[in-house]
């Protein structure tokens, strides 16, 4: 047990600290707002306050955890101890800066609260971030000062350690699309081989697989159960069941194999919802496309992950919460791989405008294959180094790596091919531990 004192205890300052040492390091706190106590104490403790007292690790407080509401920070980053930082503080602070303030700062996205520019589908840019602007986008900085945190500590105190932990691996698959050409209803059919005559190679692929003659270059489903098995991997598959839009084009919701497609898939592996680009805005489309994936799978719908990457806060976590949904994946850039919020461990979303820790868990992701291809450009042997320099850099911290992955980016055709190995790599260098 860990005992923190501070001069005001603030829902912010609560937030902060339980996620750094309970979600994190896995240790209890408790907190107090008696010096007194403070002092007489023979825990293990920190004092978060502007004053230093006669006992108790000093780390000296900014304001932006005793504030409300959202307002421009004046924010300088600096480097301290090989790692960029900001919210400077005091010489007498165990730090150089306040490392719970910033913690705070990136993973509450506060930034995004904030007048930003925002791209053609009205997401937060990688571009608009501090982390992209100060070349930070790649590190996990506050899993880098969470364990300086640590270390310090166990330093002061060598009766006492934090518990181990280990380097985790989460594969997840999208499936925006079963299928290229199969199940899509008769008029969707005919405008694509209608689409496809002057394209020889297209049309006739297209006509072997409406007549069973060829695997739907889609249908990547086998293999993954396969190599799944091989490398004793559980994904967690995210269904877009949206209705037919411009920015929705799966399966109808309705076709008979889809269905069966989705119960054998939640037979084996954990199923959560792809909210369609539609729903964002939507509560009741929302609603209604989580209620058609519990009606397939006849299983309560607790996760989820945004189509496009659709990512407004507050209000998109709202929907979520209000749905019942307990984690979300969403937290990622379409156009940078890295780390959005600074950080690859999960967290609960702080709500900035009613100052309100929730039930929703954040689990942030690292990479998609999609963003290597279409934003980068990147080859396959480019996105294999890409990925192995993160997924060191996640295992240094101890912390949790996560990959999207779509099942047309595993056709091994087209624009994707090569990209069948960059995957198996990718579950084969998650195994290897150091």
């Known amino acids: 047990m ?10 912010r300052l609560r937030y902060i600290f339980k996620t750094i040492f309970i979600d994190v390091l896995q240790t209890q706190i408790s907190f107090t707002d008696n010096a007194e106590e403070f002092e007489k104490s023979e825990s293990v403790k920190i004092n978060y ?3 230093k007292l006669n006992s108790g690790l000093f780390f000296q407080s900014s304001s932006i955890l005793f504030e409300t509401g959202i307002k421009e920070q004046n924010i300088n980053v600096f480097e301290f101890e090989e790692h960029q930082c900001f919210f400077s503080v005091g010489n007498d602070s165990e730090f150089s800066f306040d490392p719970f303030a910033a913690s705070f700062y990136l993973i509450s ?33 506050v899993n880098n000062w969470i364990n300086e945190i640590a270390k310090r500590i166990e330093n002061q105190s060598p009766e006492f350690r934090f518990p181990k932990r280990d380097f985790q691996f989460i594969s997840t698959i999208d499936i925006d699309n079963a299928y290229a050409y199969k199940h899509k209803g008769f008029i969707r059919i005919l405008g694509g081989l209608v689409k496809s005559l002057f394209k020889e190679n297209n049309f006739n692929n297209r006509l072997k697989v409406i007549f069973g003659k060829k695997l739907d270059p889609y249908d990547t489903f086998n293999y993954q159960f396969e ?8 994904p967690i598959y995210f269904f877009l ?16 194999t889809f269905q069966s497609l989705i119960k054998s898939i939640s037979d084996y592996s954990e199923v959560g919802i792809h909210p369609s680009y539609a729903s964002n805005n939507n509560i009741e489309t929302l609603s209604k496309e989580i209620k058609r994936l519990q009606a397939i799978t006849h299983r309560n719908v607790v996760k989820s992950r945004q189509h496009f990457l659709k990512l407004n806060l507050p209000n998109t976590y709202r929907n979520l919460i209000d749905n019942d949904i307990e984690s979300d994946y969403t937290m990622g850039y379409a156009e940078q791989n890295g780390f959005r919020a600074s950080i690859c461990s999960p967290y609960y979303f702080y709500d900035l405008d009613t100052e309100v820790k929730t039930k929703l868990k954040i ?3 690292t990479v998609m294959e999609a963003t290597y291809q279409y934003y980068e450009h990147s080859t396959p042997e480019e996105a294999i180094n890409y990925i192995t320099e993160l997924m060191t850099t996640v295992k240094e911290v101890n912390g949790t790596f996560i ?6 980016s595993l056709s091994d055709e087209g624009i994707w091919k090569g990209w069948k190995i960059v995957y198996e790599k990718m579950l084969k260098e998650s195994l290897n531990k150091n």
Do not use: C, M
């Open 363 to 365: 689990y942030p992701f």
């Open 403 to 408: 990959s999207v992955w779509h099942n047309e």
């Open 227 to 234: 190599v799944h098995k091989k490398y004793n991997i559980s």
């Open 109 to 141: 996205r506060y930034e995004e609260y904030l007048p930003h520019i925002k791209d053609n589908h009205e997401r937060f840019l990688a571009s608009e971030s501090l982390a992209f602007q100060n070349k930070f986008l790649d590190k996990p900085l």
């Open 241 to 256: 069941l949206g209705d037919y839009g411009l920015n929705d084009k799966n399966i109808p919701v309705k076709n008979k």
């Open 49 to 51: 306050s502007t004053s």
């Open 2 to 11: 860990i005992l923190i004192y501070s001069h005001k205890l603030t829902p």
